[in-house]
């Protein structure tokens, strides 16, 4: 008869050896590389996307946004253009986030309107935002609600890991090439119909 190893013996022989073979949970710190932030989302969550928004005020960013519903794209207007389109813009705050994969994202929360209300859908948004300060959260939208059902993470997940920027930076990439200037801007002329 052969002699055999039990399950048991093999796991006490190499569970030493195993631990030794587990790579930490930020493996990538460890071997010398640093992720680049070179994509950055602009929008709302997905609704199976657990995410977290930046605790500080600082990482939020208030300004002008055109949305092109055709495309789902966002644009950052300057002020003074702004002013010329102000039917085709709205006040908005772009709130840094972040999901279980740390991808930094920005979560777009349009503003009340002159008259201190917004609707529902972006209400809720708001308050979904201001939730994931301190808990992972997903959303899913809620439409004979009007607004989001927010879902809290069952177990107790690590705190996120921000990338080392400030609001600036990933405004600056998550709009490269979406900022309007000018009324020349063809999405602009688009809009207005003058192409």
Not at 31 to 53: C, D, H, I, M, S
Not at 105 to 128: C, K, M, Y
Request: with cysteine; proline share 7%; net charge negative.
């Amino acid at each position: 008869m052969q002699n055999q190893t039990t399950p048991n013996q093999l796991t006490t022989s190499t569970s030493t050896d195993l631990k030794s073979l587990r790579l930490p949970h930020n493996y990538g710190a460890t071997l010398g590389v640093k992720k680049l932030l070179t994509n950055v989302l602009v929008g709302k969550p997905k609704k199976a996307q657990f995410f977290r928004t930046h605790m500080s005020d600082d990482m939020t960013f208030p300004a002008m946004v055109l949305e092109n519903k055709e495309a789902n794209e966002f644009y950052l207007v300057v002020p003074g253009v702004a002013q010329e389109i102000s039917e085709l813009v709205r006040p908005a705050i772009l709130h840094a986030a972040i999901d279980r994969q740390n991808n930094a994202f920005l979560i777009l929360v349009p503003l009340p309107g002159e008259d201190g209300t917004r609707n529902s859908w972006h209400e809720s948004r708001a308050q979904a935002v201001e939730h994931a300060k301190t808990k992972w959260i997903r959303i899913t939208a809620n439409q004979p609600l009007g607004g989001y059902d927010i879902y809290e993470a069952q177990a107790e997940l690590p705190e996120p890991e921000w990338p080392a920027c400030d609001i600036d930076a990933l405004v600056q990439v998550g709009f490269r090439g979406k900022i309007i200037a000018s009324l020349d801007h063809p999405i602009v002329q688009s809009l207005l119909g003058r192409i």
